[in-house]
């Protein structure tokens, strides 16, 4: 089955700043990647998501690029700001399977 | 527009009870639901998914089952809880296999 991996683990910028979350996956068929923001003690909720035909996307301070030669996908916000503290999530899903793998999370601090 | 209750939202219980956690859709029909499982500070789980009613897709060998008696409802069970099911439990509904998955508020699940 697909296997993904997300670094880091941890994240801790300064207001202002920009964050870069990366994960990689181990099937090439995959052809749809979301990301999620859950912050604590609350559920997932979708933030972006990017379909295998597509290099990047972009939704204001928030933008996903995806590799599929490389087999990576990363999510980068700019212009940090406190309430973009939480844990992110990436998962991948094949263009025959079921379900989604998700990533171990990120745990995202901005620093005001 | 759709919807998702999973109720309760906490729920303490001894060792060897049993349990039942309930999640409906409102505003949409047949679609896919997912049951997960979070430990604390870690990422997600997937126990259950179902693609239509009596159709339910178990991913990890436990002592929890699931149900899906109408098109809806996605119910999870267990006849006797271990310690090790404490845990935040996330009900997810997608329109079909790929495309994005939201998530209930989630029950936390604490075994005394």
């Known amino acids: 089955g697909e296997n993904v991996e997300q670094h880091p683990s941890t994240l801790s910028v300064q207001e202002g700043d920009s964050a870069v979350i990366k994960c990689t996956y181990s099937?090439?068929?995959?052809?749809?990647f979301p990301w999620y923001k859950q912050e604590l003690g609350k559920r997932p909720q979708l933030i972006i998501d990017?379909?295998?035909?597509?290099g990047e996307k972009k939704d204001q301070r928030i933008a996903v690029t995806l590799n599929k030669t490389a087999k990576h996908f990363s999510l980068h916000i700019t212009e940090t700001q406190p309430e973009d503290s939480a844990v992110y999530f990436c998962?991948?899903?094949?263009?025959?399977?079921?379900?989604?793998?998700f990533g171990t999370g990120t745990s995202l601090t901005v620093i005001p | 527009s759709q919807t998702i209750h999973q109720w309760p939202a906490t729920l303490v219980q001894p060792v060897g009870s049993p349990l039942s956690l309930e999640c409906t859709v409102e505003?949409?029909?047949?679609?896919?639901l997912y049951w997960y499982r979070q430990a604390a500070g870690r990422g997600l789980q997937l126990l259950f998914y179902?693609?239509?009613?009596?159709?339910i897709s178990s991913e990890v060998p436990q002592n929890l089952s699931a149900s899906r008696p109408q098109d809806r409802q996605f119910i999870l069970s267990s006849k006797k809880l271990l310690l090790s099911d404490s845990g935040f439990y996330l009900c997810?509904?997608?329109?079909?296999?790929?495309?994005?998955?939201?998530f209930g508020d989630g029950t936390r699940l604490s075994i005394l």
């Open positions: 997810a509904w997608s329109v079909r296999t790929r495309e994005p998955q939201h």
């Open positions: 099937d090439s068929a995959s052809n749809y």
């Open positions: 990017i379909r295998s035909n597509v």
């Open positions: 998962a991948a899903i094949t263009n025959t399977g079921n379900q989604f793998y």
């Open positions: 505003g949409t029909s047949n679609p896919n």
């Open positions: 179902s693609v239509g009613i009596g159709q």
